[in-house]
């Protein structure tokens, strides 16, 4: 089955550039997914299918997928964009839904 | 205005059962999949179940599957988590989240509802 690895924290100065990694042993063909999730608040899509963007998403955050690694990319950091970070795929060999362990995004 | 709110969270003893139910507005429930997913305190996301739209199939996570059944109502629009022997593991605050038919990412999600197991 899918195992998804994201570093535990990412730490980035103000109007820098983070990139928040998400490393599959299985990636293939499948399709990664990134979830926003800010304190106390429920989940937010922000990125879909490696690198589309729901509508209302700003275009400072990207995806891109390349091998075994897919990566979340924030330009001109806000602080408002501290949150924790979560990468997902779905797993065909098993029909299961696959949540990487988070990436916590400190503005510093 | 795609909504999602969840109820039936609350305390409950290790073995005992609980139902969760997620009623959803401003968009046609019937032609989406639905899932749960859940959030034990201070942890990650974690994945819980799926269900269809038409034709209905379900899935579920290996630490559930035997425990907890979902379930749906498209006339009601409505989502259902029945949850038993229920373990302390299974602390945590579970969303109700709703998936376009055909991919498999979640497009919106609900506010989540705690469900706590004494032990």
């Known amino acids: 089955s899918s195992v998804l690895t994201q570093p535990p924290s990412v730490s980035v100065a103000p109007g820098k550039t983070a990139n928040i990694t998400c490393g599959g042993n299985n990636f293939g063909r499948k399709s990664v997914h990134w979830y926003q999730q800010k304190p106390g608040q429920a989940p937010v899509l922000v990125i879909y299918y490696n690198s589309d963007r729901p509508s209302g998403i700003p275009e400072r955050l990207s995806g891109s997928k390349s091998g075994n690694t897919a990566t979340l990319t924030i330009s001109r950091v806000e602080a408002g964009d501290e949150a924790d970070y979560y990468c997902?795929?779905?797993?065909?060999?098993?029909?299961?839904?696959?949540f990487g362990g988070g990436t916590k995004l400190t503005v510093l | 205005e795609v909504q999602l709110v969840e109820s039936g969270g609350g305390l409950v003893k290790a073995g005992g059962s609980l139902r969760l139910s997620c009623a959803a507005s401003?968009?046609?429930?019937?032609?989406?999949?639905m899932g749960w997913v859940r959030q034990a305190p201070g942890k990650g996301l974690e994945w819980v179940s799926y269900?269809?739209?038409?034709?209905?199939?379900?899935y579920y996570a290996d630490s559930v599957e035997g425990r907890f059944s979902i379930s749906r109502d498209n006339a009601k629009k409505s989502l259902f988590l029945q949850m038993n022997s229920l373990r302390a593991e299974d602390t945590a605050v579970y969303y109700c989240a709703s998936s376009p038919a055909g991919f498999n990412y979640f497009d919106h999600w609900g506010q989540g509802t705690l469900v706590t197991v004494s032990s």
């Open positions: 997902q795929v779905w797993d065909t060999s098993a029909d299961h839904w696959v």
């Open positions: 401003g968009f046609t429930f019937s032609t989406y999949s």
């Open positions: 269900i269809t739209g038409s034709p209905t199939f379900v």
